[in-house]
T-cell receptor, first 110, second 113 residues
Framework: NAGVTQTPKFRVLKTGQSMTLLCAQDMNHEYMYWYRQDPGMGLRLIHYSVGEGTTAKGEVPDGYNVSRLKKQNFLLGLESAAPSQTSVYFC?????????FGPGTRLTVL | AQSVAQPEDQVNVAEGNPLTVKCTYSVSGNPYLFWYVQYPNRGLQFLLKYITGDNLVKGSYGFEAEFNKSQTSFHLKKPSALVSDSALYFCAVRDTNTDKLIFGTGTRLQVFP
């Protein structure tokens, strides 16, 4: 049981480049979330999904898109990266009220 | 607006001493409260939660938290700190309108040998 996994672990992008972060969970959880973590700001919710085929905006959705084509996967896309998107990104899944987090992706946008 | 606050950016404690990491919350209705720990370069790990029942909740690694409704607090405690407890601790509350978690800004716990 791997829990929640994220790929890649690290990435450096140039401004304007695009990329997709992958989150996978093997716990059959319905709810999945993408957060970003910045110093002194805790975790902020970007987008979330309450089930396969559904997505919704969180607190800071601008500049990001998501897809949940399969229940176990939740993808976060950056279409045109900006330096303000330099952050650590965490995925989480939730069943019964407790969230379980992946190890994170550290993204730097130059 | 519903919120959670961690008033201390950092807490320093000597190994073997008791520790407390503070959290206060503001929600409408009954609160669901959580504590998570984050070790360096790792994701958040669930420690414990309060939903209902006994005000003293026991969790992983010897941690416990006390729910105090009158003070709207949910402080994290441990009777005897270990150096390995040094990490970043997050308090969170479930927004009763949206069911999403609202996280505090985190408290860095440093336990000195």
């Amino acid at each position: 049981n791997a829990g929640v996994t994220q790929t890649p672990k690290f990435r450096v992008l140039k401004t304007g480049q695009s990329m997709t972060l992958l989150c996978a969970q093997d716990m059959n959880h319905e709810y999945m979330y993408w957060y970003r973590q910045d110093p002194g700001m805790g975790l902020r919710l970007i987008h979330y999904s309450v089930g396969e085929g559904t997505t919704a905006k969180g607190e800071v959705p601008d500049g990001y898109n998501v897809s949940r084509l399969k229940k176990q996967n939740f993808l976060l896309g950056l279409e045109s990266a900006a330096p303000s998107q330099t952050s650590v990104y965490f995925c989480a899944s939730d069943q019964g009220g407790t969230q379980y987090f992946g190890p994170g992706t550290r993204l730097t946008v130059l | 607006a519903q919120s959670v606050a961690q008033p201390e950016d950092q807490v320093n404690v000597a190994e073997g001493n008791p520790l407390t990491v503070k959290c206060t919350y503001s929600v409408s209705g009954n609160p669901y409260l959580f504590w998570y720990v984050q070790y360096p370069n790792r994701g958040l790990q669930f420690l414990l939660k309060y939903i209902t029942g006994d005000n003293l909740v026991k969790g992983s690694y010897g941690f416990e938290a006390e729910f105090n409704k009158s003070q709207t607090s949910f402080h994290l405690k441990k009777p005897s700190a270990l150096v390995s407890d040094s990490a970043l601790y997050f308090c969170a509350v479930r927004d009763t309108n949206t069911d999403k978690l609202i996280f505090g800004t985190g408290t860095r716990l440093q336990v000195f040998p």
